[in-house]
């Protein structure tokens, strides 16, 4: 009978605590540990021009804080949220950039968040990285399933460790404004094979040889940005022996040495495509006829290249065109009459 009345108590004593614990959570309060490490975050930064982070204050919910996410059933922080929303196209925009960001060094006390967050959008504060390495601490912040860091003045090599976030749906690196990233190995990138969206910008990738190999490895892409990465066509594949790209719809390769559209290309394999940009690629030569495999395309960019002769017309059989831009080749005939459009 006191066995049984002791194990009564207990029973009282965990739930009255699990209760307790769950009024919290309700309440808003965040787990002490990690205010202490977004405490130790804010510590890094030296200058905050928006005051996005103004609201961190010691003894005050975490839960609460500007940028900050929680969990409504654990507590934990599950989103960070600093991206710099200031700057918008126009006469300052470069200026704009470096006005309202963030300033100072990513602290490692992120580590403290590493089992529970899942989203960190440190994107456009361009003076952020303050021409440091990009922190090779985040790769072990095992469950981020986004991570945006482009833009945030990191300069160097892009490190490897970044393939450990194998939960990854989201990731999108580079600095437009400061191109000084490169890597000459990319295939860690192989390991996220969660990946739908990837957003690589300005990141020099000229030292590269696998790169088509190491991107068609990931199934689930649906968005594929490699823009302006130094990448070049003379060693990749002509085709490819199995193409796992079956679900990718939007494919940036603008800005890269391309040089030509001669077949046989691995691209008209990719027949998901409903967006392809080419423009400024180098690319010579003339349409192919495979280019109309692309039966889904929807917006097709091809400007500023040195294509010339007269437009297949197999490309008739793109019949969701919306949008096709063509400027800044030499391109023979009527447009509209070789896509079977009315005059």
């Known amino acids: 009978m006191a066995a049984a009345r002791f194990l009564f108590l207990v029973t009282l004593a965990t739930a009255s605590s ?55 059933r ?40 590493r089992r529970s967050l899942r989203y960190l959008d440190l994107s456009a504060n361009v ?23 482009s833009n945030t003045g990191f300069r160097g ?38 990946l739908g ?30 823009s302006s990465c130094g990448l070049h066509m003379s060693n990749a594949p002509s085709s490819l022996l199995r193409n796992n790209l079956t679900v990718l719809e939007e494919l940036d390769f603008s800005g890269n040495y391309l040089n030509s559209l001669a077949t046989p290309n691995w691209l008209w394999d990719v027949t998901s495509l409903k967006s392809l940009s080419l423009h400024g690629c180098e690319l010579s030569g003339t349409f192919p006829d495979e280019l109309g495999n692309l039966t889904l395309l929807e917006t097709f960019d091809i400007s500023s290249n040195n294509i010339k002769g007269m437009i297949p017309g197999t490309l ?6 919306r949008s096709l831009s063509l400027g800044g080749n030499n391109i023979d005939g009527d447009t509209a009459t070789s896509m079977g459009l009315p005059g």
């Open 18 to 72: 699990s209760i307790d614990n769950m009024n919290k959570i309700l309440n808003g309060s965040c787990i002490p540990a990690e205010r202490a490490a977004l405490l130790s975050f804010k510590a890094g930064i030296t200058s905050d021009p928006d005051n996005r982070i103004a609201s961190w204050q010691q003894g005050h919910d975490c839960c609460r804080w500007s940028g900050v996410t929680c969990s409504s």
């Open 74 to 113: 654990t507590g934990h922080v599950i989103k960070l949220d600093l991206r710099n929303r200031s700057p918008t196209l126009g006469e300052d925009f470069f200026v704009g950039f470096e006005d309202h960001s963030l300033r100072g060094q990513v602290s490692s006390s992120l580590l403290a968040l």
């Open 127 to 149: 003076v952020l990285g303050d021409a440091m390495a990009m922190p090779v601490f985040l790769g072990y912040v095992r469950k981020l399933t986004y991570l945006a860091l």
């Open 157 to 194: 090599r892009v490190p490897s460790q970044l393939g450990n976030m194998t939960r990854l749906v989201q990731l999108d690196m580079g600095n437009f404004l400061y191109p000084e990233l490169y890597s000459d190995d990319i295939s860690w990138l192989g390991h996220l094979r969660s």
């Open 197 to 226: 969206h990837l957003r690589v910008r300005s990141v020099n990738l000229s030292g590269v040889t696998n790169w088509v190999h190491t991107v068609n490895a990931l199934p689930n892409l649906v968005v594929l940005t490699l």
């Open 316 to 321: 008739q059989k793109m019949c969701n065109l």
